[in-house]
């Protein structure tokens, strides 16, 4: 489907537009000259901001989009030989063109998961062969929360992989592209997240920005290559006060968290109304902004004739609905009654 | 130094803001959702204009900066064991942290150039060990136009490139990171000039965007991988109806030339000026919008307690002072003033 | 374990040392002067043997192991951005400490096999994505014949696999490390099963030589960067007539063939045997020179104390016992015999 | 020209065959069973052996040619991010296909260097730009001793280098594929010339082995992901007693040196004879073994029907002549005599 839905779309957080305050602060940065690449006070007010909220006693770097963010972090830990442990459902592992393994050449290890979480068993699972090397050897563990299914690592589950990994010599990348959910779903400081990581990304243009991520080092130690990484992965903008400016609007007073929060409410709206629907399966928690449902593939058809969204697992006719900081109640009571209809009109 | 300068800055055309219209376009692009990914009307728009004003038969791709495009160019025409040759100066080589090396894996043949320009007969001397294993191979000539040094190629050199390369099995890339400069400076069209390359960037960023540049395919055959290319380098935009609506406005009655031609005269004014100062020397003939000059060390130092600029080569002393679509005439005469009371008051 | 076992190893088939005739090829071709890097004699000659024996089209290239064979043969099939598909099992998926990752920078597809071979029905579970940017493309589906558990593909097997790749735009390439043992299985010639891949390794080390694999381009077009590939992973050797020379021994008379077949016959025997030890079970057909047995780990702690063998997979106490050129008759009853003393010893 | 030469070959020290003592040891290493991938007893005395000559305190890596090696060595030094300096001419930068670039994905500065070497000056002119992300940056040194044309740095050269390095956080890889040959030339242990590096590879192919390599770490620490890297690059070989046995043959009673004492003393001898003939020119001091001579190219064309060897630069016409551990004084003679016929007949 091309351009403009013609109503509010439930395909992805980011076919949102930018948030009007994100917009004003690109608008506003637009006064005269300013050094490039990141020289300049919006950049540094950023860098400053993301350092306080995640507690880092590195840097945080300003990139381009989620797969330069992932694939930067990851190099960062990565030793020039090592492999990575994921979930099968990672979004390094299925979304990303491959981008790891080509631009890092490292190997992704990955392990089932029923609810797009890794635990310590299943990173377990994955150290068979290591000082033998002849097997890929795991160095960093990649966890993304909230994950790609729509559920939130709590605090101990995340404080567990940490323990578990460092008692292993294995470093934890988190993939924090919907990171403002997860936080806004468990009521923590993106702090508390963030200890439990080496490396992190935060998300900020499913959340409302129009374009920007940031990469977190939690130890300087870690961040020494960092800034010659993100200009060789091409992630270095020139005229980086606007990719600042995004990260200003969103981190004051916290419209990161309230936008986070508000698209996490209309997930939970859609899941609460989808349990009066019984031809809708929802498959797994509802915990960030997204609702996975399984239904009559002929009404899954039927509703994408006139709502935006996308079929996550042919198969199985399992969908993604989801929310963003701009869906409106109104939207999800819609779209809750364009479901009822179409499920009940056929199964009539 | 940080931040926004006093004085207009000399130091890039990436140290300007976003033009007007362009800023416009990206504001009036957020509205509603829009399929993330380039399936919008404004991206379709923009693909559209650049393929008509470069006449390619392949597409075009839009990228988050310039390093993006290069290396993504290089790319699409680079067999797996292949060289690129390219001039000792050019970005690819200098300016890029070794990104097309770590990326690509490719070796970069410089060959050195006195005014940043490659010929026919620099790239002869770079065939020798063709079929040779031990040799690496070129497959690719990269040419910049503008040059790094605010050169441009004439229509006829680049065509003379172009038939030698054909001539030789040897692809052309040709980094357009200020193709609106030369184009505005020859009087041609983009299509004379894409007409002598395979594949090439259009640059934006510098000529008034916010962040976006094209990579530009003109044999549709060259670009079969193109789009896994632009994903796994890093370079594809969720809400990228916001890159689309920059070259959108730049687009539009032809307000890119109008950047560049106004950017070149206000450095050609520059350069006219500094023809009455003695004890500066202009090193490149003016072209483009940078004015390469030699002086005193000394006269450096006090010319950037208040003028923002870059030294180029400390060796020699040369400096780089460049002009923007936002470079106003008074900015000019005002730094010619600085300039002639520092080497003036210097010299007595 | 270090060093020479104190009785015939069943660890692998690389234990072995170099047959005789292969030895003596070498030291024959230790004669006055040669040209380096394979224009000599001895070298050509085995081309010229490889491609009659495989029926090749293209080129064949002698490399320096089977990491480096793989390595090549793959980057000769895959397009820049591609993935590869193979079974979980595949030798380039778990022995190669990543290298196709690494040096290709691509993507293995695994899909899980019980039998280590894989199938058109596997493979077209991995198609999902294709044409979509997000998704790793596959390009070429790998397989290994014999298999890595000792199985070996019927010829029909490997056309269905061929067919459905031609008919879906996937390339094959066939590991050989053990090509020998399977066309002794199978009873047909390499050229048979070479025709079913479009690049194939022809592995030579295994079968008695001293170090030294071939791969081999079905299609002339598909090696037009070959040498060049050969030669920046590292597998081009200086002195190639000593490579040459071995595969010249191991293709006359058919000592390759006679080679496979005798290991192949040795484990064939010891799986006989086992066929009357009860708690000893054999759990894959044994078709190539590898027997794979699961047995109580306290009786696998017990043989190792006097024989060499690897355990397979400990969490089902699962063990490969290899048989090689060079294993007699009498090794394999004297293992039996033991076998059956320490199960019987310890099942009292 | 393909196969045996009628004459010496003065083409490459790696035309000669093997010397025979290592081919002998190759033989007796022949018996029975041995583990795999080096944990043989011949691999664990060469690796011994090979630490106890070069006083490293890390490990030593046997690999299967010199490129395996250059690139091993390189990678265990660099940064992920990081750029090697090294002469134009080194063998890295000219004669390996760019395999540097390609596996290691690095940036190879380069500095013109009049006798093949590299000086702390020359290092110092390409550390602009040190701290600035959009320059390559340097992190190790390349050497190669003896170098490839055919000079030999002497020890306080060497050690100037590793102690500006050493102050300039840059680790000095030494490319010592004719090591041998430096260490005769200078009269001093290889432990001398070893302490001046990080990493260093020792040639044993053009010193009279069959092929093999040897990548040695002097410092532990640098030596952690070796291993791994040794599989990755394709260098781990199965049958590792045949590489060990070579090493042991050139390691007992000081063969190495014997060898590449004969090999310079017969490039001597073929100075000395050239300084009587004064159509030729020798073009850079014959220290290790090879001698650069340029003379008319009608006489070279005259040479290369009955002698084999390389035109090394066709622009100047000169040649390189390389002797080898079994190039006989009466080759030389033989040599030279033609060489004074040819020049003579045809300058009368």
Redesign the interface.
């Known amino acids: ?5 013609p109503r ?2 439930f ?2 957080d ?5 948030h ?1 305050d994100v ?1 004003r602060a ?2 506003e ?9 990141g ?3 919006w950049t ?1 007010r950023a860098i400053g901001e993301l350092k306080r909220v995640s507690g880092a006693k590195g840097e945080a770097y300003l990139v ?5 963010a992932n ?1 930067m972090g990851l ?1 960062l830990l ?6 990575v442990i994921c979930a099968e459902t990672a979004h390094i592992n ?6 790891a ?3 890092l ?4 290890l990955t392990v089932p998961s029923a609810d797009g979480k890794i635990t310590p068993e299943l990173i377990a699972g994955r150290l ?1 062969g290591r000082g033998d ?5 795991p160095g960093v563990v990649a966890v993304t929360q909230s994950t790609e299914v729509g559920t939130c690592y709590s605090l101990a589950e995340l404080r567990a992989i940490k323990e578990f990994c460092a008692a292993n010599q294995l470093r934890v990348y988190l993939d924090g592209a919907r990171l403002a959910n997860a936080a806004a779903f468990i009521g923590c400081s993106v702090a508390e997240i963030a200890s439990c990581a080496d490396v992190l990304s935060f998300g900020a ?2 959340n409302g920005a ?2 920007v991520e940031a990469v977190i080092v939690m130890h300087a130690a870690d961040g ?2 960092a ?13 980086m ?2 990719l600042g400016a995004q990260f200003n609007a969103l981190l004051a007073d916290d419209l990161w968290l309230r936008n986070a929060g508000h698209a996490n409410a209309m997930a939970a709206r859609l899941a609460d109304g989808l349990a009066t629907i019984p031809e809708v399966e929802v498959v797994y928690p509802v915990q960030a902004d997204a609702v996975f449902a399984r239904l009559d593939p002929r009404h899954v058809a039927s509703l994408q004739r006139d709502w ?1 969204f996308h079929v996550w697992d ?1 198969s199985t006719s399992t969908v993604r609905w989801m929310t963003a900081f701009d869906t409106e109640e109104s939207d999800v009571d819609e779209f809750l009654a364009a479901i009822a209809a179409v499920t009940g009109a056929l199964s009539v």
């Open positions: 489907m091309t351009g403009q839905a509010k779309s395909g992805s980011n076919h949102a537009g930018t009007p917009l690109v608008v940065a637009n006064t005269g000259d300013a050094t490039a690449y020289a300049d006070p540094e381009l989009n989620g797969s330069g694939v190099g990565l030793g020039r030989h090592e492999a299925t979304d990303e063109c491959g981008a393994e080509r631009i050449g490292t190997k992704l068979a090397e002849h097997f890929a050897q243009t499913k129009m374009g020494a290559n800034k010659y990484l993100r200009k060789q992965h091409m992630q270095l903008s020139s005229k006060r606007f935006m042919e």
